[in-house]
């Protein structure tokens, strides 16, 4: 089967529509452990909501998580083991919610940030959290007996918003991305001295040319994604051995691969690449598209195509899409129309 032939006998389907929030949905966390998936969103009508698929196969709101936080919460993210999930709020601070075997407990309340967290992520060994707001940083927490979180690096770099923080799957490099356009890679010395090793730019490394809004990376760490208002993505490329401790800038480990341009024609607000090696966007043009990379033998290296543009899969903007660790073929989007959509990619694209 050609590539034609197998994209136009791929699809995606939309297999359940969860309503709840009243105001619009910002974004998704898939619970990566245990073998049920469990999905948490946020929204801006400042509750975190937990959907459960039923044994009948109806997807239910299990729990709602409320009164704490007093703005939107704009962020979440499940800790490594799925016992934790933690919020993050235009209240200017960060929840961290324990599962008890009944309901969702405020273990812990992070302040710090002068204005609204924009992101928050937690490191693949779970031992630490990272934060970014508005205030142009990023914090580094780490987690301390009891609950208690100790802020142990304030990441400063970034000249404008920071739009999300996301750790490496497999070791303790962050990466942020800002209205700055630019996208910074920060490393642990061995000291516990957080530094930018790299600063990814439009003009020294074919970067973006407007506000980079995601960043996701594959299974393996060796590739990641970006996304942004410039309605491009960029795939990105390390050689380098990253579990090396570096200092200073200067080593330029990431390296730009492609540029994917054309298929959106509103601001890209989210990017997830998936076990399977599927990328999946989310627009202000309604519409996800589905990348994968091209089985060829070019000379230039990698390319990656899409195989799959649905329009309008929302009544509005889409600000997140988020594949399914437990069933790689599922995947979750989140929109301004204050709904969640469940989708089934079916298919033998990846076959």
């Not at 543009?309 to 929302?314: L, M, Q, S, T, Y």
Request: glycine share 6%.
């Amino acid at each position: 089967m050609d590539g034609a032939a197998a994209a136009a006998a791929t699809e995606l389907r939309e297999a359940h529509r969860l309503a709840g929030h009243t105001d619009r949905v910002w974004a998704l966390a898939w619970n990566p452990a245990g073998a049920v998936p469990v999905l948490a969103s946020c929204s801006g009508d400042k509750t975190v909501r937990i959907w459960k698929r039923a044994p009948d196969g109806a997807w239910r709101c299990t729990d709602v998580l409320e009164d704490t936080h007093n703005r939107t919460v704009r962020s979440c993210a499940w800790s490594p083991d799925g016992r934790l999930l933690a919020t993050a709020s235009f209240d200017a601070t960060t929840a961290v919610w324990e599962y008890n075997g009944a309901d969702f407990e405020c273990v812990a309340t992070l302040e710090g940030h002068e204005n609204e967290v924009k992101s928050v992520s937690w490191s693949p060994s779970g031992s630490l959290l990272a934060t970014c707001s508005r205030d142009k940083a990023a914090w580094i927490w780490e987690v301390q007996p009891g609950n208690e979180y100790e802020c142990v690096s304030v990441l400063q770099g970034h000249t404008q918003d920071v739009k999300m923080v996301q750790w490496h799957p497999l070791l303790d490099i962050l990466v942020s991305v800002s209205y700055d356009n630019t996208i910074r890679v920060w490393v642990d010395d061995g000291d516990d001295e957080w530094h930018c090793v790299q600063t990814l730019t439009e003009a020294n490394n074919c970067g973006h040319s407007s506000t980079v809004w995601a960043v996701s990376f594959n299974q393996k760490g060796d590739r990641m994604v970006t996304c942004s208002d410039d309605r491009t993505l960029k795939i990105w490329d390390t050689s380098a051995d990253l579990s090396q401790p570096k200092t200073g800038e200067g080593h330029e480990s990431w390296r730009h691969l492609s540029t994917l341009t054309g298929y959106h024609d509103r601001t890209i607000f989210s990017v997830h690449w998936s076990s399977e090696d599927v990328i999946a966007s989310g627009a202000g043009d309604d519409a996800i598209c589905l990348f994968a990379e091209e089985n060829s033998s070019m000379v230039e290296g990698p390319s990656y195509k899409l195989i799959l543009k649905k329009e309008k899969a929302h009544d509005m903007d889409i600000n997140c899409v988020r594949w399914c660790p437990q069933d790689p073929r599922l995947s979750a989007s989140a929109s301004d129309d204050g709904t969640v959509k469940l989708w089934e990619l079916r298919g033998s694209v990846l076959d």
